[in-house]
């Protein structure tokens, strides 16, 4: 069944840990992409990746990071450092990049008590 | 800056009315215009998408136009039914790296039997 993979659908953490949301996708897709929605401000790019071993920071990077050590494969960490992190969290993938058609996960969503 | 701008955020319609969504984009060299729906709490698919040599597209009950000019694009759905009720989100890649997709802040549209 193919498709991308977000877990866990649910996070709780305390304030000052650092956590990692996964996403994985097996549609051999090169492009993967981090966006963050939150009520009224749509759907904000944090990272995204081109290819493995590259990616380039999106409009809200700030206290978040990313690898893309192989192609099915794009964790985010939500560091210490992020001041407002309880957010709803979406990682899509791509054939062709930002000109074609986005395939979303369902979403992660990460609560910091 | 990278900015698309959406208009307006929430939108109710009587059923079998027609509903319009609007973008503005700022970057002229801007090539891929989608629009995604986003029915609550899953997860946002795309609908309808538009590049930038061509002025309309159309899809049953849905359409997109764009003007270049102006830069602007619009969502149209005709004959407005309850499934119709959703977030929509307009997005726009940008010509300095295409891998760059921005989202509208989206639409609440709500269609009432």
């Known amino acids: 069944d193919g498709g991308i993979t977000q877990s866990p659908k649910y996070l709780f953490r305390k304030e000052g840990q650092n956590v990692t949301l996964s996403c994985e996708q097996n549609?051999?897709?090169?492009?993967m992409y981090w966006y963050r929605q939150d009520p009224g401000q749509g759907l904000r790019l944090i990272y995204y990746?081109?290819?493995?071993?590259?990616?380039q920071k999106g409009d809200i990077a700030e206290g978040y990071s990313v690898s893309r050590e192989k192609k099915e494969s794009f964790p985010l960490t939500v560091t210490s450092a992020q001041k407002n992190p309880t957010a709803f969290y979406l990682c899509a993938s791509s054939s062709t990049g930002g000109t074609g058609e986005l395939f979303f996960g369902e979403g992660s969503r990460l609560t910091v008590l | 800056g990278e900015n698309v701008e959406q208009h307006p955020s929430t939108l109710s319609v009587q059923e079998g009315d027609s509903a319009v969504i609007k973008c503005t984009y700022s970057d002229s060299a801007s090539n891929y215009f989608p629009w995604y729906k986003q029915e609550l709490g899953k997860r946002p698919q795309l609908i309808i998408d538009?590049?930038?040599?061509?002025g309309e597209k159309k899809d049953q009950r849905i359409a997109v136009t764009l003007n270049k000019t102006a830069k602007h694009f619009s969502l149209h759905i005709t004959e407005t039914q309850p499934e119709d009720s959703a977030v929509y989100f307009c997005a726009a890649t940008y010509s300095s790296n295409t891998g760059k997709l921005i989202f509208g802040q989206g639409t609440t549209l709500q269609v009432k039997p």
């Open positions: 549609l051999n897709h090169d492009a």
């Open positions: 538009i590049r930038s040599n061509v």
């Open positions: 990746s081109q290819i493995v071993n590259d990616f």
